[in-house]
T-cell receptor, first 118, second 111 residues
Framework: GAVVSQHPSWVICKSGTSVKIECRSL??????MFWYRQFPKQSLMLMAT?????????EQGVEKDKFLINHASLTLSTLTVTSAHPEDSSFYIC??????????????FGSGTRLTVV | QKEVEQNSGPLSVPEGAIASLNCTYS??????FFWYRQYSGKSPELIMF????GDKEDGRFTAQLNKASQYVSLLIRDSQPSDSATYLC???????????FGSGTRLQVQP
């Protein structure tokens, strides 16, 4: 149980284009999902908290107009990187909390999306 | 001061030895503590979580929490080459819902 599916696993796009990343909770409902970014040899940095049915909460320094988050249902959150540039190249990972009933007690992560902007 | 601090390593231990990974955190009100393992190019996978002071054991892994010292550690007994990875300490701080991660400690288990 507590599986989070993230797609695509990797994507290469041209500078100036937009890329959408999907994150789905497969066997539980997630009212809240989290989006992280990880640059090479660095740790995961929280970008935003995605709330079902309401606006996302962005961390300081993250451009909300560039990283559009939509959490339209209890099982799906999407992150769209708009007008991507090479400096946006990174590993993007979503995470969700299955709830107190999950025996593992921890947050579940998607498999991540490697974005390369050329 | 970083919210969650870890020694970046690499920590090198021989196969079969005990690996000891340490983490300190700055928010004294933090209540939940997690250890994740991350292989290169992959997303983190949960090893253990701990909420109360003391030790918590799960197989070869033992998490230790000392809230007074704001310190959490992970012991890996009988280390195997497959344990070679980066170990991330994560904390849920006061009033927060998301995990705050340390920079990770790279562990190398030598055959």
């Amino acid at each position: 149980g507590a599986v989070v599916s993230q797609h695509p696993s990797w994507v290469i796009c041209k500078s100036g284009t937009s890329v959408k990343i999907e994150c789905r909770s497969l066997d539980f409902q997630a009212t809240t999902m989290f989006w992280y970014r990880q640059f090479p040899k660095q740790s995961l940095m929280l970008m935003a908290t995605s709330n079902e049915g309401s606006k996302a909460t962005y961390e300081q320094g993250v451009e909300k107009d560039k990283f559009l988050i939509n959490h339209a249902s209890l099982t799906l959150s999407t992150l769209t990187v708009t007008s991507a540039h090479p400096e946006d190249s990174s590993f993007y990972i979503c995470s969700a909390y299955p709830g107190q009933g999950d025996r593992r007690g921890g947050y579940t992560f998607g498999s991540g999306t490697r974005l390369t902007v050329v | 001061q970083k919210e969650v601090e870890q020694n970046s390593g690499p920590l090198s231990v021989p196969e079969g030895a005990i690996a000891s990974l340490n983490c300190t955190y700055s928010d004294r009100g933090s209540q939940s503590f997690f250890w994740y393992r991350q292989y290169s190019g992959k997303s983190p996978e949960l090893i253990m979580f701990i909420y109360s002071n003391g030790d918590k054991e799960d197989g070869r892994f033992t998490a230790q929490l000392n809230k007074a010292s704001q310190y959490v550690s992970l012991l890996i007994r009988d280390s195997q080459p497959s344990d070679s990875a980066t170990y991330l300490c994560a904390v849920i701080g006061t009033g927060r819902r998301a995990l705050t991660f340390g920079s990770g400690t790279r562990l190398q288990v030598q055959p």
